[in-house]
Each structure stands twice: as structure tokens, then as C-alpha cells.
């Protein structure tokens, strides 16, 4: 009894989207804004900011991260480099030939573009926002920039901000901590520097604040069943229900309709169907050998408006332990518990499948993976070939439920045989007695 309330107890973990910012398959992952005081000087201050994508498969889509906070006092920022903030406000207070680059109380602050001058570039600028995930790119998942801060009125000495956001739906910040100061190496290493104060504020994501309704569904079939189990009806929404808008198979939505602001990601526009979800992944289990067995996965894209670049895909399946070969992904196993491998990343290789584009024709990727089956492990019976577990770019999937899993053959007549052996069981005692 005890093991059955363990079990159901797992399933329940795995089945239920985290929504409270931890995902178990990245505990320690969060986004880091990190706060160096450089230098300060009578009535000014230099800052360098750095905001450092910690999470292993969840990454930073365009339009990118706006970095917003509330100052404490009437600070205002002199000089930006590496970033811009989109409001200069009112500066009417401020006399002579240069204005501050921004007097806003709440600053709204954005990455700038590639091929900006070389003069207004600091060292991991200029990617337009976007933050790949630590598996991904391990040299692009950091942006940096620099700023000069001065107060108006008052006191000179610098006062952290608070009230800190990412402009990105689904993270929330926390307040400024004060951590170590950072140090600096110069002099190819010979000589280290250090801020004269450093401040950490730290972002999580949660699923349920970024979306209350799912973003993307699973079906599954095999070679030994012809039952093709579709995703669960209204898996991200019903047709019919208010605010719920699809473009039928075949129609063209008006340019009208589409999100035309390069700033704000497009709203969802999908094509009718019954699970109403943006992305279908679909698992096949393809075909047995003697010693392996082989799957296909196949991610389509149902959304009219958005192409999916840097795309991640997270698997939950027993066997990943024994992966031997996959064909035209990139793989990472995700083993953050010990010797539990169970877990694995997937993402596109570069310039040829890491962009999911819009629905349509060239609407879909695909790839087909090798496993080893491991002795007293493997088996195709009660489902165990399909996975406990998908995400797509971060977000839990909604999967079939486990009883409608594609079935052995076999299954119905063992089923058979059994209630005839025991029915004739019955018969025979009947006679004896």
C-alpha cells in the first residue's frame, strides 16, 4: 500500500506543470541581473549590469528581455553603452547642451541590435534581447551593459533600485541582494580588480504565470499498433470559447490580424483543431530490432504567426540512460539527481532545423533516435516505450492518458485467455464438489 501511494504520488509530480517556479528537471535554474558598482564619483556613479541565463534548456526568444526597475530617489542615467533605455522622459529640469539619456522614475531597458557602432558596444551586447540557454550556447546566454548614474537633487550616494522585471511573461523578480563584490582580471590574469559593491537580484519562471493554459500537446503511435492516439481534446483550448480564435485548415489570415510591432511577441494564431495547441510533438515508435529499438519524433508548428528559433525539447523516459545514437538532433542527457538518467535535452542543429517555422508545408522537425534496450528493463508492454514526460521550450506538454496508449496485439487475447482460464477453473470446482 505503502509503494502504491509512493507511486501515485510521483506520477502526480510529473504530471502536474511546476507553478510555483521550481521545475525539478532544472532546480537551480533562474535568470541572474547582477549589479557591479564600478566606480563613483562626485554625484555620478558607473554601473555595469549583467543578466546571465542559468536554466539548462530554457532560453530568451526574440523580442528579448526589457529590463525595467523603479529608482529609489530622482536618479537619473547620464550614459548608457551596450543597452538604450526606450524613454528618455521629462528632462525639462536639466540646462545645457546634453540631456540625460533617460529621467524616467521606471526605466524601461533593451538590448540594442546587431551591427550597432562599435562605439556604443560593451562585451556581450547587441544580440536584440535574446538569451540562449546554458546547454545551447555557452557563450551567449550572458548580456552586459554599462551606465552612468547621477541624482538630481540630494544625497550623491548611490541607492539600489527595487520592484525589478524582466518584460518577459512568466518571471518574477526578487529584490537586491548584496553579494561578494565581483572581481575583475586584467593584465592577461596577472592583475585582479574588484566592484566596489555587487548586488544579485534573481528571476524564476513559472509555467502557470506565463500562460494559464498550456502551449503545446503530445500523440503517439507505433509500429505494432495501428491506434494513432491523438493529443487530449482541448488540450490548449476549446473552439467556440470566448477569446478563442483558430484559422481553419486552408485559409489565409488577413496581414490585419497579425501582430505587427516588432517590440511585443505575436499574439498566438493557430489553426483549428481539437487540441487547439500552437505545437504538436508527435512519438513513434518505429520499429524493434534484437538489440535496439529505434523512435521518431516529429514537432509541428500550429501557430501562423511565430517561427520557434534556438528551440528546446526536454524527454522524461527510462531508456535515455542507453541512447546510442540521434540523427539529426543535438542531445544533452539532463542528469540532475545522481544516477538518475532519465532525462535528456534535444535541439536543432545550426542553420539547418534549430528554427521551427510558422505553420505551413516547411511547418515541422523531425529526428529519429537509436536506444539500446537494457536487459530486465525493456519491454513494450503497458506503454512503457512512449514518454513519461515532454516539454517543449520550457512549458510541460499535455500527454494522452496512459490508457489510451497504443496496445500490444496480444493484449486483448491474453486478456481473453485469462478470463477463460479462470472461468474454467470455476467450472471444474463446481464438478469436483
Not at 528579448?64 to 530622482?74: H, N, P, Q
Not at 511585443?264 to 520499429?287: D, F, G, N, S, Y
Amino acid at each position: 500500500m505503502v509503494m502504491v501511494l509512493i507511486f501515485i504520488s510521483f506520477t502526480l509530480l510529473c504530471l502536474v506543470p511546476p507553478s510555483y517556479g521550481f521545475d525539478p528537471m532544472d532546480p537551480q535554474g533562474n535568470i541572474t541581473i547582477k549589479w557591479d558598482l564600478l566606480q563613483s564619483n562626485t554625484g555620478t556613479t558607473d554601473l555595469k549590469i549583467s543578466i546571465s541565463n542559468y536554466q539548462l534548456y530554457r532560453h530568451i526568444e526574440p523580442p528579448g528581455w526589457k529590463l525595467g526597475w523603479f529608482w529609489e530617489g530622482d536618479e537619473v542615467i547620464w550614459s548608457m553603452t551596450g543597452a538604450q533605455a526606450t524613454q528618455q522622459g521629462n528632462c525639462s529640469r536639466f540646462k545645457g547642451q546634453q540631456l540625460p539619456h533617460s529621467c524616467e522614475k521606471a526605466p524601461l531597458i533593451v538590448d540594442l541590435l546587431p551591427g550597432t557602432p562599435y562605439n556604443r558596444q560593451t562585451a556581450n551586447c547587441c544580440r536584440g534581447g535574446v538569451l540562449t540557454s546554458m546547454t545551447q550556447g555557452p557563450s551567449k546566454y550572458t548580456a552586459s551593459f554599462q551606465m552612468n548614474v547621477g541624482v538630481a537633487t540630494g544625497s550623491s550616494n548611490f541607492t539600489m533600485p527595487f520592484n525589478f522585471s524582466l518584460g518577459i511573461t512568466g518571471y518574477s523578480c526578487s529584490n537586491a541582494t548584496e553579494v561578494p563584490a565581483t572581481k575583475f582580471t586584467t593584465d592577461g590574469g596577472r592583475r585582479w580588480t574588484q566592484a566596489l559593491g555587487t548586488w544579485d537580484v534573481t528571476c524564476i519562471y513559472s509555467q502557470t504565470l506565463a500562460s494559464p493554459s498550456p502551449k503545446c500537446c503530445v500523440s503517439l503511435s507505433s509500429f505494432y499498433s495501428k491506434t494513432i492516439v491523438p493529443c487530449p481534446q482541448c488540450s490548449c483550448g476549446c473552439q467556440g470559447l470566448p477569446g478563442s480564435q483558430c484559422v481553419k485548415f486552408g485559409d489565409v489570415p488577413s496581414l490585419l490580424q497579425q501582430n505587427q510591432d516588432p517590440t511585443e511577441a505575436p499574439t498566438p494564431l493557430v489553426r483549428c483543431t481539437r487540441h487547439m495547441c500552437p505545437v504538436k510533438i508527435h512519438w513513434h515508435v518505429k520499429q524493434s530490432y534484437k538489440e535496439y529499438w529505434r523512435v521518431k519524433i516529429t514537432i509541428t508548428n500550429l501557430n501562423i504567426v511565430k517561427n520557434y528559433s534556438d528551440w528546446t525539447l526536454v524527454v522524461m523516459h527510462p531508456n535515455l540512460q542507453s541512447l546510442v545514437q540521434v540523427f539529426s538532433f543535438n542531445f544533452k542527457p539532463l542528469n540532475q539527481y545522481g544516477s538518475v538518467n532519465d532525462t535528456g535535452m534535444f535541439w536543432g542543429t545550426r542553420f539547418y532545423n534549430d528554427m521551427l517555422l510558422q505553420d505551413g508545408e516547411m511547418g515541422n522537425v523531425q529526428s529519429e533516435m537509436l536506444l539500446r534496450k537494457d536487459p530486465g528493463l525493456f519491454t513494450f508492454r503497458e506503454g512503457w516505450a512512449f514518454p513519461r514526460r515532454i516539454s517543449f521550450n520550457g512549458d510541460d506538454c499535455v500527454m494522452p492518458p496512459p490508457d489510451q496508449y497504443p496496445k500490444l496485439p496480444n493484449m486483448g487475447n491474453t486478456a481473453k485467455s485469462s478470463c477463460s482460464a479462470v472461468l474454467f477453473s470455476f467450472l471444474l470446482l463446481l464438478v469436483m464438489f
